[in-house]
């Protein structure tokens, strides 16, 4: 029997809050049999080059891409992934100073705040996890799960998992929100770096019900939305099927991917994440072909 030919679309490197650096992660892609991986670091598009390099030394099929938090009422949360984005477009740069800003003032006021729980970390210690991994003078963006890890070091929580449940996440008691693009900022600056637009992981929305969360889905519709992601390690199989659904109701493309994280995320497996995840190249052959579409459009 053939093999299927599987991709993801949706990863992270030590750029972001990924423990591989970006080489280290298109070496993973090919160890796990893949046939083409998208970079999608929070925020920034600081780890694209070296995974493009290392991805056409290796043959994969490569996608520069981002993921970036949009405005959206807690405690759901709305992350956009942007895949084909341009590496050196000024709207990607712009939009990248403006997050990794929100995300610098963020950091120290959950610190500060954990500090006045009992949990006794610093921003040196954040610091240096989330540079720890990364390659010396690379730009890295540190993120919850930097704190999170932190907080095992410094015994206050015996997981990753647990320090988002109790702390970090968005009922925790040290958790912060940031700055954030609204949802059609997020797709436009998108856009403007040449990339479509996906929303990624529906099922964390937490939407009040199946009407709710078609109205959220068909108002990004509205605002130019290319994609909706319905494979995902957090959706089982029924959330799939609905996510296909929706992705064929509102004209989307669907997309798929495993959030991988490397050891933040350390169920979560690159390719297959919690063993929930098969994203055929068929998948990839599909996005591609509407952003060539797309970049003919703009050029004619």
């Not at 099927?241 to 690159?270: C, Q, W």
């Given at each position: ?5 599987l991709?993801?679309?949706h ?14 992660l298109?070496?993973?892609?090919k ?19 070296e995974?493009?390099a ?5 043959g994969?099929?490569?996608?520069p891409?981002?993921?970036?938090s ?8 709305m992350?956009?992934l942007?895949h084909f ?11 990248s100073?403006?997050?990794l ?6 950091n ?15 921003m ?6 989330a ?18 890890r ?10 990753i998992?647990q320090a988002?449940?109790v702390?970090?996440g ?11 693009l609204?949802p059609?900022q ?6 403007n ?26 108002h ?6 290319d994609g909706?992601?319905?494979?995902h ?9 609905l996510?296909l ?17 490397g050891?933040?995320?350390?169920d ?12 055929d190249?068929?998948v ?6 509407e ?10």
């Amino acid at each position: 029997m053939t093999q299927p030919m599987l991709v993801d679309l949706h990863t992270h490197s030590t750029a972001s809050d990924g423990t591989l650096t970006p080489t280290q992660l298109m070496r993973a892609a090919k160890d796990a049999g893949l046939v083409g991986i998208a970079l999608t670091d929070h925020d920034t598009g600081n780890g694209l080059k070296e995974a493009a390099a290392e991805a056409a030394r290796l043959g994969l099929r490569f996608v520069p891409g981002i993921e970036i938090s949009a405005d959206y009422p807690e405690p759901g949360t709305m992350h956009i992934l942007g895949h084909f984005i341009d590496v050196d477009s000024p709207a990607l740069g712009d939009m990248s100073r403006i997050l990794l800003d929100a995300r610098n003032q963020r950091n120290p006021k959950i610190v500060a705040r954990l500090n006045e729980l009992g949990c006794n970390i610093t921003m040196a210690q954040v610091e240096r996890i989330a540079r720890g991994a990364a390659p010396p003078g690379a730009d890295v963006v540190i993120g919850r799960p930097h704190i999170a890890r932190a907080l095992v070091e410094a015994n206050c929580v015996a997981s990753i998992k647990q320090a988002f449940d109790v702390y970090l996440g968005t009922t925790g008691s040290a958790y912060f929100g940031k700055e954030r693009l609204s949802p059609r900022q997020a797709i436009e600056c998108i856009h403007n770096a040449g990339g479509l637009a996906t929303l990624a992981h529906p099922v964390q929305l937490r939407t009040q019900n199946h009407a709710h969360l078609q109205t959220v889905i068909n108002h990004l519709a509205e605002a130019g939305l290319d994609g909706l992601e319905v494979w995902h390690s957090d959706h089982d199989a029924k959330t799939q099927e609905l996510m296909l659904g929706l992705a064929k109701r509102y004209n989307l493309i669907p997309t798929g991917g495993s959030d991988f994280h490397g050891h933040n995320k350390a169920d979560v497996r690159l390719a297959y994440g919690r063993e929930n995840v098969r994203v055929d190249v068929a998948v990839l052959d599909r996005l591609e072909t509407e952003y060539k579409k797309r970049r003919h459009a703009t050029l004619i």
